[in-house]
């Protein structure tokens, strides 16, 4: 059986899937379901100025998001389906790290040609 989600296919087991809205998903999926990531959420900004003011950040030399900022700034903004392909990495794991760096006000989106890409702050 294939994970049903969009964009996922992901091979599941027999009994493995999880059930969501009537559709049979892989357990990554199913949790990016139950926990979608949000990128607009004034707690989470405000908490993420409070660590940068005590000087802690989770950006890590060869961590994802690391090579996220890296990868923009040299790019000068790719979109989130860019990033998931270029990093080789599930579409959800870049949102959840997108959503983290949007908060510590590393990155924002903004439109270029037309078309929605994630750009450094």
Known sequence: MLCQKENCGAEIEEGEGRDFHGRILC??????ALSPARTCDPWAVRSAGFCKERGD???HEGSLQQKILELIQKTGGLSQAEL?????????DIEREIAALRHMEKIRAAMQDG??????W
């Open 84 to 92: 998931a392909e270029k990093l080789s990495v599930r579409p959800g």
């Open 27 to 32: 357990d990554d999926c199913y949790m990016d």
């Open 115 to 120: 078309k929605k890409v994630i750009v450094l």
């Open 57 to 59: 950040t989770t950006e």
